[in-house]
T-cell receptor
Framework: GQNIDQPTEMTATEGAIVQINCTYQ??????LFWYQQHAGEAPTFLSY??LDGLEEKGRFSSFLSRSKGYSYLLLKELQMKDSASYLC??????????WGAGTKLIIKP | EAQVTQNPRYLITVTGKKLTVTCSQN?????MSWYRQDPGLGLRQIYY???????DKGDVPEGYKVSRKEKRNFPLILESPSPNQTSLYFC??????????????FGEGSRLTVL
């Protein structure tokens, strides 16, 4: 079966750096997304990776290793507003999105 | 403003009373989809549509119906709601997921409670 694994919850300190990991086993691979979702709100797009390597976008970066079935989202200079859930999603060989359950990130002052 | 609009945002209903959750997008997107989100389970796809008059089942279609008669609208119909359909529902659209970035744009969500 298809599966995406992310830690359920992580805690970090304001101003620090945190890395949220995502591992996947899917039937084929056509790209990986990261979305941010604040409590009670809709998910919003953060990043898209289809080739191996690091994509940097301001304070957020996303890394992909297709051979390892692995991605991470790196958040730098954490702010309180970064407290949210972070969702990893993979496009499989049928161009369907497979979602992870999400990682709840708690930022402490 | 580019957006996906869902209605109602909140609804409490009773078992067996048919309801429709509307979804409309103004971005001329071909792809639209419905998800439900439950604690610890993440987003699960109910139905999706690649274009007008084309709909397909997602992972959890039982108890739901959809239609795509116009490009902009994709209503979700619960013919006979049951308590296990109590959930947070999201409609989403995309120009074409899987091609290029295929970013999904989500509506604000509809919180449904079935008593």
């Amino acid at each position: 079966g298809q599966n995406i694994d992310q830690p359920t919850e992580m805690t970090a300190t304001e101003g620090a750096i945190v890395q949220i990991n995502c591992t996947y086993q899917t039937s084929g691979f056509n790209g990986l997304f990261w979305y941010q979702q604040h409590a009670g709100e809709a998910p919003t797009f953060l990043s898209y990776n289809v080739l191996d390597g690091l994509e940097e976008k301001g304070r957020f970066s996303s890394f992909l290793s297709r051979s390892k079935g692995y991605s991470y989202l790196l958040l730098k200079e954490l702010q309180m507003k970064d407290s949210a859930s972070y969702l990893c999603a993979v496009i499989d060989s049928n161009y369907q999105l497979i979602w992870g359950a999400g990682t709840k990130l708690i930022i402490k002052p | 403003e580019a957006q996906v609009t869902q209605n109602p945002r909140y609804l409490i209903t009773v078992t067996g009373k048919k309801l429709t959750v509307t979804c409309s997008q103004n971005m001329n997107h071909e792809y639209m989809s419905w998800y439900r989100q439950d604690p610890g389970l993440g987003l699960r796809q109910i139905y999706y549509s690649m274009n007008v008059e084309v709909t397909d089942k997602g992972d959890v279609p039982e108890g739901y119906k959809v239609s795509r008669k116009e490009k902009r609208n994709f209503p979700l119909i619960l013919e006979s709601p049951s308590p296990n359909q109590t959930s947070l529902y999201f409609c989403a659209s995309s120009h074409e997921p899987g091609q290029g970035s295929g970013e999904l744009f989500f509506g604000e969500g509809s919180r449904l409670t079935v008593l």
